[in-house]
Each structure stands twice: as C-alpha cells, then as structure tokens.
T-cell receptor, first 113, second 114 residues
Framework: DTAVSQTPKYLVTQMGNDKSIKCEQN?????MYWYKQDSKKFLKIMFS???????INETVPNRFSPKSPDKAHLNLHINSLELGDSAVYFC????????????FGPGTRLTVL | DQQVKQNSPSLSVQEGRISILNCDYT??????FLWYKKYPAEGPTFLIS?????DKNEDGRFTVFLNKSAKHLSLHIVPSQPGDSAVYFC?????????????FGTGTRLTIIP
C-alpha cells in the first residue's frame, strides 16, 4: 500500500515527443507537488496543487502542464521534449498546513535522447 | 542562487560514532527546516524537522540543531548504524498555508563504515 506512487519509474523517449507521468497519493492529503532533480542533484519544486487548484508555478516552461483530475492525483504532461528535460521527477504530497511534512514518491527517471 | 547549501558532498563515519551533517542557508525568511534521507532509486524520506522558534529537536538517534544567527543547522546521528548510509538532504521553507515549497540543498552522501 504505497503512499505516493508514480508511473512509469523509467521513461526513455526521443526529442520532440510528448509524454506524461502519473502520480497518485492515498494519504488523503490536500496538496500535491512536482519536483525535478537534475544532473547536478538539485531538487527543485516545479508545481504545487491544493485541492485541484494550482498554487505554485516556479517559472517552468509552458511545455510542462500539470493536471489534477482530483486531489489524489497530479499528473505531469510534457510536450516537445528537449534534451535538458532529462532528470528524475518526484511527486510529493502533504496535508497542506503550515510546516506539514511532504511525502515523496519513488521518482520517475526521464531520459530524452 | 542557491539558498540552501550543503558544502560537504560526502562523509564517512565509523559505525557507532557520531555523524554530523551540516547545512547553511541564506534566506532569513525561512522558518521551517527539515532533513530528508534518500536511498538510491527511492524518493526522499522525511527524517526530522525543526521550527525556527526552537534551537534543538530530538527524535531517537537523530537530533537537529538550529543556529539562526549563523543561519546554520546540523543533523547529529548517534550512534551511527550501517543502515544510515544514504544521501541526506537539508530543506527549508517559508511557512505559508497551502503554499509551502521546500528549497533543498544538494545533499551529503553519508557512508557508515562497519
């Protein structure tokens, strides 16, 4: 019974393609996040959603579009993939209160060739 | 602009001894600090946190110390165990209901030598 799950775990694709990464949490949390860990190991926030509403959007190219069909899911769609998009993408969730712990998924390693 | 820095990319400690991981930050607005532990091919796992109104928080073998004037925090693990070998990330946030983003350091790889 994984708390925060992501699919797929690995994704290898060609430049220019469009791909999606799915995230689901079964913790009953109100807030979900997407983080990107690049080749230099920097882990940086991309988006956060609270109850299906976009809260944080950190100057991410508009090729990246998060979609939250319900508060348990936050999917990440990436259009026209570029080499620089290669990274590990982590989904996380929290209750959304002040100082709440964020729980992370296992990550999706995206490789763009 | 790296607001959270972990200047030691790696640290090796003998089993049973104390491990001390350090973290510095530059943004004085940060008021909540966390340590996450990460094993290969897994997501970060929450370890311990501290609010800026405290200078110490302890949970079993793990203690986090916060020095606000120096903008420095540290994680002490004692005694260190082989299962503690992992990458440790320091993170900080500005408390904002429903709008909290964690700013992470680049991590320190801790290796516990049996």
């Amino acid at each position: 019974d994984t708390a925060v799950s992501q699919t797929p775990k690995y994704l290898v694709t060609q430049m220019g393609n469009d791909k999606s990464i799915k995230c689901e949490q079964n913790l009953g949390h109100d807030t979900m996040y997407w983080y990107k860990q690049d080749s230099k190991k920097f882990l940086k926030i991309m988006f956060s959603y609270n109850n299906k509403e976009l809260i944080i959007n950190e100057t991410v190219p508009n090729r990246f579009s998060p979609k939250s069909p319900d508060k348990a899911h936050l999917n990440l769609h990436i259009n026209s993939l570029e080499l620089g998009d290669s990274a590990v993408y982590f989904c996380a969730s929290s209750q959304g209160g002040v100082g709440d712990t964020q729980y992370f998924g296992p990550g999706t390693r995206l490789t763009v060739l | 602009d790296q607001q959270v820095k972990q200047n030691s990319p790696s640290l090796s400690v003998q089993e049973g001894r104390i491990s001390i991981l350090n973290c510095d930050y530059t943004n004085s607005m940060f008021d909540y600090f966390l340590w996450y532990k990460k094993y290969p091919a897994e997501g970060p796992t929450f370890l311990i946190s501290i609010s800026s109104i405290k200078d110490k928080n302890e949970d079993g073998r793990f203690t986090v110390f916060l020095n606000k004037s120096a903008k420095h925090l540290s994680l002490h693990i004692v005694p260190s165990q082989p299962g503690d070998s992992a990458v440790y990330f320091c993170a900080a946030s500005v408390s904002s209901f429903g709008n909290e983003k964690l700013t992470f350091g680049t991590g320190t790889r801790l290796t516990i030598i049996p």
